[in-house]
């Protein structure tokens, strides 16, 4: 469960597919896709940041 109270719902869902699946290969897909066509700068930062852990 996600430990912070979340006031943007569409970083909530993107933490929520992160935690459980943070590896599985649909997720890739869909992080390559928030980090670069999302309009919201806060998820299109998550998923910039998660695919540069990943890529680590």
Known sequence: MIEERE???R???LKIII????????TL????DRAENEL???V???AKNK???LNS
């Open 51 to 53: 695919l540069a852990e």
């Open 19 to 26: 935690k459980p699946y943070p590896n599985a290969r649909e």
């Open 44 to 46: 299109r930062e998550c």
């Open 40 to 42: 919201d700068e806060q």
């Open 7 to 9: 006031n943007n719902p």
């Open 11 to 13: 970083l909530l869902a």
């Open 29 to 32: 897909p869909l992080f390559h």
